[in-house]
């Protein structure tokens, strides 16, 4: 890899790792306590396993996108790269759109199912929900972005050199 | 390719189109009626958001999967096949997670935020529901296995080839 490409690309990977554990640090740090009706509650991350998920997948990518950084420029392993960033990015978008799912539900409720918003109860809690959804899927396009460009190194699917 | 791993192949994607095929048929086809407490409802996949964008999602998956089998062998254009490949799975997975977060809310209710399981009031249509998940799964799961197939055809990761 050349020298300006090398910094680009991990200039790239420390934006993913800062996303991610930004997403993690937002929704750990994020309860409040309601009361909701006639029943006292504390909104907290640990409440929905949706959450849960979402917690432990962006840790994972966050230590991931740590040591990624360190990976010396000649090593073999980078040929691996490829197939655990495409791993790792397919999490994180699973926990995105699983508390996505969650949180469109607390925030609009389900008439027909009988749930109500909770967002109205908790809305410091929906907050640092919605920012750590922000944060998370800002990590998932760099993902994307580095996966696409591997592809497009290695295989060339636009047919843009000359065979 | 040779002839052998081409019929493997294409087999592999008629496999995958027919579990996203079944998927959408066993979700649209998913209705019923149901008295909640003193509410009459239709449990039906249009009244979550989520469940329509399993399903959207699924038909995306499944019309490209159809046409891709009658894609010619020589064709340049299955070098784009497995950026596609890899977008519209990262799709279906994200589907996937959303419908699964929301079909766990319908089973087991949520305490904290007041959420109702109504999986005992409307048991036939979360059958559907399930079955439609496992199908969705099922194709999934064999659209990475072509996609892992690709990397390691193009990339070699685990150095498998001497040098």
């Known amino acids: 890899m050349a020298k300006a490409s090398r910094i680009g690309h991990l200039l790239l990977r420390f934006l993913a790792f800062s996303a991610t554990?930004?997403?993690v640090i937002v929704m750990v740090s994020s309860h409040e306590n309601a009361t909701f009706f006639t029943i006292s509650f504390e909104a907290k991350y640990t409440k929905s396993p949706s959450f849960k998920y979402f917690v432990i997948a962006n840790s994972v990518v966050?230590?991931?996108g740590f040591f990624i950084l360190f990976l010396p420029a000649e090593s073999l392993l980078w040929?691996?790269?490829v197939a655990t960033d495409m791993g790792l990015t397919m999490l994180l978008i699973s926990s995105?759109?699983?508390a996505l799912a969650i949180a469109q539900v607390a925030k609009k409720g389900n008439n027909y199912?009988?749930?109500?918003p909770i967002c109205s109860s908790v809305p410091k809690f929906c907050n640092h929900m919605t920012g750590s959804l922000i944060a998370s899927f800002a990590g998932v396009v760099i993902y994307m972005i580095?996966?696409?460009?591997?592809?497009?190194?290695?295989l060339?699917?636009?047919l843009?050199?000359?065979p």
């Not at 580095?146 to 290695?154: A, E, G, P, Q």
């Open 96 to 98: 995105i759109s699983a």
């Open 146 to 154: 580095l996966l696409l460009h591997s592809i497009h190194r290695v």
């Open 160 to 162: 843009m050199r000359k």
């Open 113 to 116: 199912a009988a749930w109500l």
């Open 21 to 23: 554990l930004s997403a």
């Open 79 to 81: 040929r691996l790269v």
């Open 156 to 158: 060339d699917p636009l």
């Open 62 to 64: 966050t230590v991931y």
